[in-house]
């Protein structure tokens, strides 16, 4: 055996990195979706939902592996100033969990999980459904909505657990493509520009949910580091948006994931995970997470959420949860150059094992039930007592 010189040695083993960067984990990561968390505690979105249940969330979320949260900042009834208080000291208490945050900047329905001033974009309605309209995407979001990504960024931009900025939740415009392409293409680069050392991610279902295609869109959005997927009840779809990013060096995440019903999903959910962590899925966030104990509090999902007030299978789910995804040992910090590369994983069935579940307990409460409509898995509406 040769020995190798010292300098070369270092060259060897020491991956070369941008400054400030650091390498993210190797293994996926699990998340989950809790959009309204950083407003817990306060009476105008979520009025059921004291701030400790936060703190149930995230114990509940590291008990299952995860090390991911996603949130939507807005608050269309406070200030721009407020809603970046709130996400700071909820990246504050994230951070020292081990939490990363995704947090997501605009709702595309009218959800009131938007930024104030941005409510008369409000118009395109279909069926029970209010989102926003082509005037927002052409030229009306350089007023309000850009300048609440000017205020919230510049005061968040320097906590350590952000794992990417999202410019919004299921944004689209398959009216006027190149308008759609223009806005991603200038709010990516903004926010790149008001904090380099974060990603940034779409945030959308797929490409094919604007109208277009991975190869059409893509390639436009260079200041994009993460291609989203959503996807529900076994909807593959977003798999051509997986393979893009695999084989153009982009990091994908399947970033809302469910499976629909009350009883056991944990076969279903079984198959999913083998399914989107085969297409190289860096992370795996599912949707609507509510600690086990916890009471409705207005931020869960009667069909397609996490719980045991509405489902059964909360610790099985837990479960396989905790024998498929590694034990977080840090904060997944977003500063990282390259998280292209394809996972491989030993197929769940063959790594399933019983695993005791934790147990997270909190107030009781009255709360709010959120319920998904029967018209396609991604929409919502909000039932209100």
Sequence with gaps: MHKIPPVLLLFVLMPVFSPGISQPSAEPSLGFNIRGITHYGYPELLPYAPADHADSDLAALKAMHGSVVRVFVGNNQVSWGACAHR????????????????????????????????????????????????????????????????????????????????????????????????????????????????????????????GLTPENLYPHL???????????????????????????????????????GTADRSASMTSELNFWLGKGAAAILPWGLIARGLPDNGDGDTWFGIDNIWHTDYDQLAALFQSTFAQPVSVHSSRSPDCGQKNKKVP????????????????????????????KPRFWIVSRK
């Design 222 to 260: 260079t200041t994009v580091d993460i291609i989203t997927v959503h996807a529900y009840d076994g909807d593959h779809s977003g798999s051509p948006d997986m393979d893009w990013a695999a084989a153009n060096g982009k990091i994908a995440i399947l970033e809302e994931v469910g499976i629909g």
């Design 87 to 210: 996400l700071d000291l909820f990246l504050t208490k994230a951070e020292a969990a081990g939490v990363s945050v995704i947090p997501s900047l605009i709702d595309f329905y009218k959800s009131r999980f938007y930024p104030s001033g941005t409510d008369g974009f409000y118009t395109r309605t279909w069926n029970d459904l209010i989102m926003l309209d082509e005037s927002f995407f052409s030229q009306g979001y350089k007023d309000a909505y850009k300048s609440f990504v000017d205020t919230v960024v510049k005061a968040n931009r320097h906590h350590t657990g952000i794992y990417a900025w999202e410019i919004g939740n299921e944004l689209k415009n398959e009216n006027n493509n190149p308008a759609f392409i223009a806005f991603m293409q200038d709010m990516s680069g903004f926010i790149k520009t008001l904090d380099p050392d974060h990603r940034v991610a779409t945030g959308m279902i797929s490409a094919a949910h604007t």
């Design 348 to 375: 769940l069935d063959q790594r399933l094992q019983a695993i005791s579940v934790f147990d997270a307990r909190g107030q009781l409460v009255r709360g709010l039930a959120q319920a998904r409509t029967g018209l």
